[in-house]
């Protein structure tokens, strides 16, 4: 695996790894504070700009008490400094008295800036049953 594609897949884990726990602070620290940076959560429109993705990610985490995040990489392509991940999650989400789990098909675009990969977007879509 070449070292491009293993920080890639790093920076992925940490994506998750910092949605899992509930910390904006590591999202900060993985996510470009551009105003390039777009997210869509399942079901909603696109967010543009770092202070309207880090708003929606708050109100996810107070919304909800608990999180766990399991992910299946179904590929990584690496071209120059952008790397498109692309990888089914599946998360079980409890809050507000409810539980749920969802599959959702994810694509998480990097970029590389200053030796370090940085999402500039996510985008997931409910996979339905």
């Not at 920076?11 to 726990?21: H, I, M, P, T, V």
């Amino acid at each position: 695996m070449t070292s491009d594609r293993q920080a890639i897949l790093n920076a992925n884990q940490n994506f998750y790894r910092a949605f899992e726990k509930k910390d904006i602070v590591a999202l900060e620290n993985v996510c470009s504070q551009g105003t390039e940076a777009t997210c869509i959560h399942p079901g909603r429109d696109v967010l543009r700009g770092w202070n309207a993705i880090r708003n929606s990610w708050e109100q996810i985490f107070s919304a909800t008490q608990y999180l766990e995040i399991e992910t299946e990489v179904l590929s990584v392509e690496v071209s120059g400094d952008l790397a498109v991940v692309v990888l089914v999650e599946t998360v079980l989400q409890a809050g507000r008295g409810r539980r749920m789990k969802a599959k959702s098909i994810a694509t998480n675009v990097f970029n590389q800036m200053s030796g370090r990969w940085f999402l500039i977007h996510h985008h997931g879509s409910p996979i339905l049953s």
